[in-house]
C-alpha cells in the first residue's frame, strides 16, 4: 500500500486464497483491495504464471509467512521460494527471509535469499547466527513503534555485543 501510495507500480502474490486469510494478512489484504490494488491469487496449478513477472520485478517484497514458521517448507510454497531466489531480482524480506526460523539459526530445507532483511522492532537470533545469517543480506532494524515497555515485560535471553561494549577492554 505505502509504495502504491507514492505511485511505484506494485503487483502482489498471494500465495493461497484471500478468503483463507486471518488477522493482519487479512486486514492488510482488504486495505490494499480497497486502495484499488488487486492480489493475484497462486496456487499449484497457476504458480509458474508469476515466473515471467518474477524475472522482469525492479525488486521482490518477501513476506510469505508470519511469525511462528516452523520449517522446513515443502510443496507449493518450496516450489515459491525457488522461484524468487531463481528470478535474479533483489529480494528485500519482511523480518525474516521465507523459511527460516527466527530462533535457531539452522537452515532447514528451502528459504529466501534475501539481498536485505528489513527486521521489526528487535533483531532476531537467526539474524546473527550462523548459517541463517548467510540468507539475510543487509539488515536493517525497522522501528514499528513497539512499546519499550512491551519489550522489556519479555524476558529475551540474547544481547548484541557491539564495539562500544569491547572498546574499553583494547
Avoid: W
Avoid at 46 to 56: G, V
Avoid at 129 to 153: C, F, H, R, T, W
Amino acid at each position: 500500500r505505502h509504495f502504491h501510495n507514492h505511485k511505484i507500480s506494485v503487483k502482489i502474490f498471494l500465495l493461497g486464497k484471500r478468503s483463507e486469510l486471518k488477522k493482519d494478512a487479512k486486514i492488510n489484504a482488504t486495505a490494499a483491495i480497497n486502495i484499488g490494488l488487486k492480489p493475484t491469487e497462486l496456487d499449484e496449478s497457476n504458480i509458474k504464471e508469476c515466473s515471467h513477472e518474477l524475472s522482469q520485478a525492479t525488486i521482490i517484497i518477501d513476506a510469505i509467512f508470519g511469525t511462528g514458521i516452523k520449517p522446513p517448507v515443502t510443496g507449493f510454497y518450496a516450489q515459491a521460494i525457488e522461484m524468487i531466489n531463481s528470478s535474479q531480482r533483489p529480494i528485500v524480506a519482511v523480518d525474516i527471509p521465507s523459511g527460516i526460523h527466527s530462533d535457531t539459526g539452522h537452515l532447514e530445507g528451502p528459504h529466501v535469499k534475501a539481498s536485505a532483511t528489513m527486521a521489526l522492532a528487535l533483531p532476531k537470533r537467526s539474524h546473527l547466527l550462523y548459517p541463517a545469517a548467510e540468507a539475510m543480506g543487509k539488515i536493517n532494524i525497522v522501528d514499528i513503534s513497539l512499546p519499550q515497555k512491551a519489550v522489556d515485560s519479555h524476558f529475551i535471553p540474547v544481547s548484541l555485543t557491539e564495539e562500544i561494549d569491547i572498546a574499553p577492554m583494547f
